[in-house]
């Protein structure tokens, strides 16, 4: 199946430090990368659509100027934590959707997800 | 919009007996529904999926899920567990487009 890889799987710095993490669609392009974050033993909650192109659409309550994303390419999303605080700190997981049916159809679309990058900023 | 609910957060099992986790969802749409597992930092895992036609949807790992429309209820069952199959468990619900919804999860245990 489809293979989403996300890197750094780990990561921990200092406050008020940038951190960038990638995510990529390894064998198939996606024009629509999903970003969201997990509190410990939560749900997982949607951030923003990372848009191939144009710019990532952001849920409401996510700052878009903290959280900064760039689709750069139909295989690659980042997630720029900017000026970090210990209320980063989280699991961040992306995710890029599969299509089912016809070309352009979007039935069901299954979602493929990363592994996950656990973030903690000191 | 959508919503799911899971009403079990926990459900401990001991080995090799059968298993139910609850998924109950809300949409003014058709939806599609899905159950995704998580192990341990790790991301989440695609158990199985219902998009259309039989209620009954097998997935990996020997799970099975049935859609019940008029219940709006999608609860996962496994005839009988592994120590392995201890995880998080999340339902989630499209209404066709690319978003998500996600159910807050349960968390199973299995006991020796």
């Known amino acids: 199946g489809a293979v989403v890889s996300q890197h750094p799987s780990r990561v921990i710095c200092k406050s008020g430090t940038s951190v960038k993490i990638e995510c990529r669609s390894l064998?198939?392009?996606?024009?629509?990368m999903f970003w969201y974050r997990q509190f410990p033993k939560k749900s997982l909650m949607l951030m923003a659509t990372?848009?191939?192109?144009?710019?990532?659409?952001?849920e409401q309550g996510v700052e878009k100027d903290k959280f900064l994303i760039n689709h750069a390419s139909l295989t690659l999303s980042t997630l720029t934590v900017t000026s970090a605080h210990p209320e980063d700190s989280s699991f961040y997981i992306c995710?890029?959707?599969?299509?089912?049916?016809?070309?352009?159809?979007?039935?069901?679309?299954?979602?493929?997800f990363g592994p996950g990058t656990r973030l903690t900023v000191l | 919009a959508q919503s799911v609910t899971q009403l079990d957060s926990q459900v401990p099992v001991f080995e090799e007996a059968p298993v139910e986790l609850r998924c109950n969802y809300s949409?003014?749409?058709?939806?599609?529904l899905f159950w995704y597992v998580q192990y341990p930092n790790q991301g989440l895992q695609l158990l199985l999926k219902?998009?259309?036609?039989?209620?009954l949807v097998k997935g990996i790992n020997g799970f099975e899920a049935e859609f019940n429309k008029s219940q709006t209820s999608f609860h996962l069952r496994k005839p009988s567990v592994h120590i392995s199959d201890t995880a998080e468990y999340f339902c989630?619900?499209?209404?066709?487009?690319?978003?998500?919804?996600f159910g807050p999860g349960t968390r199973l245990s299995v006991l020796p």
């Open positions: 995710s890029a959707p599969s299509y089912s049916g016809l070309a352009g159809a979007r039935l069901g679309d299954t979602q493929y």
């Open positions: 064998d198939f392009q996606a024009t629509t």
């Open positions: 990372s848009n191939e192109g144009s710019k990532a659409t952001y």
């Open positions: 949409s003014s749409v058709s939806v599609y």
């Open positions: 219902y998009l259309s036609g039989s209620t």
């Open positions: 989630a619900v499209s209404g066709g487009g690319q978003n998500f919804v």
